[in-house]
């Protein structure tokens, strides 16, 4: 168990649709990444938040926005969904950026 | 422009062996780099780092040498055992162009290691 939480464990939506992932880091730690895994791509960084503030973007699409809250947890907000959107979302912290990041469990998005 | 490349997506080892995962990169900024494991369903465990300032890290079984001439790493496991068995994802962190220390990610390779 890595600390990091992350929830729903499983999305099932429709195109056009948006959604809310939500993430809650390690104790302690106060950077939030983002990351997309597809069956073709690996994993890709979306973004990063540190103490509540955007630090990093990566190739994160226009229709995907990120925050991170007072109490360091974060949500990714996706919305227009596509087909092409169905992934696994992962949460990672850390303490301070280019420490080791630690992993959420992933959640899995399915878009029909 | 894949920045960090895993060349080999699979590789089989015999219980007890050592199994040797690499990793090449192509970005000079990066300064800091990692290996994951990953099971299915699961998130990436991070397993062990180095620093650019050093061409050896050891961690138990598992250790991560750093040719920077190269642009060149590699995970040793000694000895291996079966519950080894699962992708591994070189990763790579640096100070590059305002992107600051988001993790750059090889494909991964799946290691089985036979009983």
């Known amino acids: 168990d890595s600390g990091v939480t992350q929830t729903p464990k499983h999305l099932i939506t429709a195109t056009g649709q948006r959604v809310t992932l939500r993430c809650s880091p390690r104790s302690g730690d106060l950077s939030v990444y983002w990351y997309q895994q597809s069956l073709d791509q690996g994993l890709q960084f979306l973004i990063q938040?540190?103490?509540?503030?955007?630090?990093a973007k990566g190739n994160i699409l226009e229709r995907f926005s990120a925050q991170q809250f007072p109490d360091l947890h974060s949500e990714l907000n996706l919305s227009s969904l596509e087909l092409g959107d169905s992934a696994l979302y992962f949460c990672a912290s850390s303490v301070a950026p280019g420490q080791g990041q630690f992993f959420g469990p992933g959640t899995r998005l399915t878009v029909l | 422009d894949q920045q960090v490349k895993q060349n080999s997506p699979s590789l089989s080892v015999q219980e007890g062996r050592i199994s040797i995962l690499n990793c090449d990169y192509t970005?000079?900024?990066?300064?800091?780099f990692l290996w994951y494991k990953k099971y299915p369903a699961e998130g990436p465990t991070f397993l062990i780092s180095?620093?650019?300032?050093?061409d050896k890290n050891e961690d138990g079984r598992f250790t991560v040498f750093l040719n920077k001439s190269a642009k060149h790493l590699s995970l040793h496991i000694v000895p291996s055992q079966p519950g080894d068995s699962a992708v591994y994802f070189c990763a790579a962190s640096g100070n590059s162009g305002g992107s600051n220390y988001k993790l750059t990610f090889g494909k991964g390779t799946l290691l089985t290691v036979n009983p």
């Open positions: 938040y540190y103490n509540g503030e955007e630090r």
């Open positions: 180095i620093s650019s300032i050093k």
């Open positions: 970005n000079s900024m990066f300064d800091y």
